[in-house]
């Protein structure tokens, strides 16, 4: 899906739309967002998924007509599995995390958190890692900041265009719902995680047309000072419930 034609000189393709939900029996979903920017002889990443979408990422940009190594650039929100886990795949790129939110995420204890341990051990002497400070321009007409709650050195990270901001949010605010009511799930403290949300809107407001793309949900742009989505939702999962394997059942996982 893309969502723009060029804004600050970049192509903005957001190959893989997050989900907004958990499951009820078998623990988090983890299903996030992955944007592709092309421009300024850069192709750029924002996020890259866990584990279960890597195949599907790079079909995606197969389709495109990209490998793995056309990559240039990773630009992490934060040290959860379903956001970085796969930097190993893009580990030519230069990977940009936050500082803080690198050195927070290595002293979380082994096997306990959604923080991908070994994965995380290995970035912090990589050789392309870039551990980037609050309010960096990151790559030229792009600043990251760090947005805390969710966890301590999240950042997002904001496009300026000439007409209008794109802001990658992550799971800083994760959701249309964390946006319109100022509380989120999965916080260490809610009234930090309150905060960011308010600032988050307060960069939303700031220019009319200004898009926000969330961890786990679809594009949003303002219209009238309400959210309002910019695709329509296509989520679903296939299961075998029959007694063959070319049988299978199609679960639909939203409500249109
Ligand atoms: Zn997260």
Known sequence: MKINDKVSGYDIDVMVIGYPGK???????GWSTIVLLRGHGRVAMFDTGGMGVRRHLIHKL????????????????HAHYDHILNWTTFQHARIVIGREELAWAAKEPWGRTPVPELHVRELQGWKTLHAAADGEEVMPGITGHIM????PGHLIYVVKG?????IFTGDAAKNRAEFLCGRTDMTYDPAVSSATVAAIW?????RPGNIVIPGHDI??????????YLAKREDAIKAWFGDDIDTMTTLELSIR
């Open 23 to 29: 499951t009820v029996c078998h623990g988090g979903l």
């Open 62 to 77: 197969k389709e495109r007509g990209l490998e793995p190594e056309d990559v240039t650039d990773l630009l992490l929100s």
């Open 148 to 151: 805390p709650g969710h966890t």
């Open 162 to 166: 000439s007409q209008y901001d794109v």
């Open 202 to 206: 307060t960069l939303w407001r700031s």
């Open 219 to 228: 594009p949003m742009v303002l219209k009238d000072g309400q959210p309002h």
